[in-house]
C-alpha cells in the first residue's frame, strides 16, 4: 500500500515535469498558430487562448499583399544549387578523410574542425568588402556560394563518420571490375550511406532556409529576399501586423517541422553516428 | 587500403583531387577573411574613400581596450552567454532525464523538445517579440492576472530586463541539441550499474548521485563548451528581437561588431571588435579544454 502510493506520487511528479518541460517548448509555437488562426486577434486584449473565430484570411492576406510566394521561390533556387553543390564538395572529401593515408590530412581535418569556431558574423566583413569590388553584392549567388562554404564542413563530419563504417572488402570487388574512385564513391557507397545522405541534405536546407547574416547584409533588392529576411520587413514604424507575421512564420516553418517530423528518426540517427566516430 | 592501379609507392592524386575543393573553399571563405580581418584592424581603412590606407599599428586596439563601452560589452556577453549556455543546459538534462523513462506518450514527448530545432531563429524572434508585446503581449497578460504585475513590462524595451527577455528564446533555440546530447550521454551509461544499485538498496536520489552525474561528465564538458561557444556568437535572434538595443543592453560582442560595420560603417573598429571576439572564444577553448579535459577525454 505504501508502496502504491509513493509509485504513483512519482508518476504524478514525472508528469507534471515532463508538461511543464513540453508546454514551454510547444507554447510560442502554438500561439503563433493560434494567432494567425484567428480573426481579426491582434486587436483583441485580452488575447483568447483558443482561437475562437478561425479563419485563414491572414494567410491569404501574406500571399495577396506582400511578396510571400517571392520569397520562398528565391530560397528554393538558393537550395536547388546549396545542397548539389554541396554533397559534390563534401562526400568527395569525406570519402578522401575516409579512406586514404596521405601528408597533411591531420592538418585538413582540424581546419575543417576550426571553421566551425567562426562566426558568420565576423566572415561576413571581408566577404562584404570582396563581393562588393565583385559586383556580387545583391544577387542571389552570393548567397548560394557562401551557403555552401558553411554546409560544407558539417557535411564532411557526417559523412566521414558514415564512409568509415563500410568495409574495404566491398569497394574492392568494384575496383577489380575497373571502376575508378569517382564510380566507386558514388554507385558503390552511396547506396550504403543513404541515412547519412539524407541527413547532409536535411542540414544543408536548414542551413539555407534558416541563414540569416549573409541574406541581411547582401540583399538589397525586395525582389531577392528570402524567407528568413522577409519577416523583417512586415514592422512599420507605427503598426506591427501580428496576425500576418504570425501567419508568415508559420508558412516558413510548417513544411520545415513536416519534413523534419518525417525523417526526425533518420536525422538524429545520422548526426550521432557521425559524432560517435568522430 | 590497396590500389590496384598503382602497385608501386607513388603519389595518389586521388584523395588530394578529392580533397582539393574543400580546401580551397576553406582558404576563400574562412582562412583569407580572418587574415583581411586581422590586417583591416590594423590599418585606417576607409570603407568611402578605400584610398591610402595605411598601417597603424595597434591604435584601433588601444582605442576600443581604453573604452567605458568595451567593459560593458564584455560584461553583457558574459551574462548573455551564461544565461544562455546555462539555461539550455539544465533544461536540456531535466529533458533528457525525463525521455530517459519509459512512458506513454514518449515519442511524441521527444517529437515536441526537439522541435525547435526545425524553427528558424527568425521565427523565433518574431514569435517571443509577439508574445513579449508590451500591448497585447501574452505574457503580460498572464502575469497581470496572475497579480505579479501592476503595469505591464516593455520586456525588449526596457534596458534593465532586455537581455533576460533576449535569453529565453536563445535558450528555447539550444533545447533540442542540448537534450539530445545528454540523452546519448545517458545511454552511454551501462544498465548495470542501476541493476547493482538496487541491489545495494539505494534510493533514486543515491543512484542519480553516485551513477548518473558521474556517468555524464564526459558528455557534460562537450556540450557546455559547445553550448558556450555557440551562445558567444549567437546573433539571429537579439538582431531579430533588439538589434542591440534598448540602449545598447543587448549588444553582445558579435552584435557590436556587426552593427559597427553594417550600421556605421567603421570597419576598422568593426574589424577590431572582431579580431578581439575571435580571440576570446579562442583563448577560452584552449583553456577550458586543457583545464577540464582529462588525458584520455582530449
New interface residues.
Partial sequence: MMKNTKQSLRKIV?YI??AI??G???F??Y??VA?SLTKGS?Y????SIFPIDISIQSYISVFLERPMLRWIINTSIVSAVVIPATIL??L??A???S??K?RG?GL?SQ??L??Q?????????????IFSKLQLTNTLYSLM??D???A??IS?WISKGFFDTIP?II??AA??DGCN?FGVLFRIDLPLILPGLVTVILLTF?TV??E??FA??LVQSEELRV???G??YFKTQYF?P?NQ??AA?AI??IP??I???GL?KMF?RG??AG?VIE | ????RNPKRKI?W??????T???I??G???????V??FW?SLTNFD?LEQINTQFVGLHNYIKVLTTADFKYTLWRTILYTIGTAGGAFL?GL??AL?LN?K?KGRLI?R??????????????G???S??Y?Y??G?IN?FLE?LHLIIEPISWLGDPSVALISVIL?SI?LS?PIST?VML?GLHSIREELYDAAAVDGANVIQEFWHITIPGLRPITKILILLLV?WSF?S??II??MTTGGPAGATETF?MK??LT??KYYD?TR??TY?VI??LI??VF?IVYWKMLMTKDER
Fill in positions: 514525472f515535469f515532463l518541460v513540453c514551454m517548448i510547444v510560442p509555437f500561439w503563433m494567432t491582434m483583441s486584449y485580452p488575447p564538395i563534401a568527395p572529401a570519402y578522401s578523410l579512406r586514404f596521405y590530412k585538413v581546419l575543417i576550426v571553421t569556431m567562426i562566426p558568420a558574423t565576423l566572415i561576413i566583413i571581408p566577404v562584404f568588402l556560394i557562401l555552401t562554404a558553411f560544407v564542413p564532411i574495404f569497394e574492392e575496383f577489380i574512385h536548414l532556409w534558416h540569416f547574416v541581411i547584409t524567407v528568413s529576411i519577416l523583417r506591427v501580428w507575421l504570425m512564420a516558413i516553418t520545415i517541422v519534413i523534419f517530423l526526425e538524429v548526426l550521432t559524432a | 587500403m590497396k590500389i590496384p595518389n586521388v584523395p588530394i583531387i578529392f580533397i575543393p574543400t580546401i573553399m576553406i576563400l571563405f574562412f582562412l583569407y577573411p580572418v583581411n580581418m583591416l570603407f533544461i531535466l529533458a525525463l523513462n512512458f514527448a517529437i515536441f523538445i526537439l522541435f525547435p530545432w526545425a524553427v528558424p531563429p527568425v521565427v523565433t518574431i514569435v517571443w509577439y508574445m508585446d500591448q497585447f501574452i497578460y492576472k528564446p528555447w533545447i539530445l546519448g561557444i556568437r546573433f539571429d538582431y531579430m558579435v561588431v556587426y560595420a553594417f570597419f568593426a574589424t572582431g571576439t575571435l572564444s579562442l577553448s
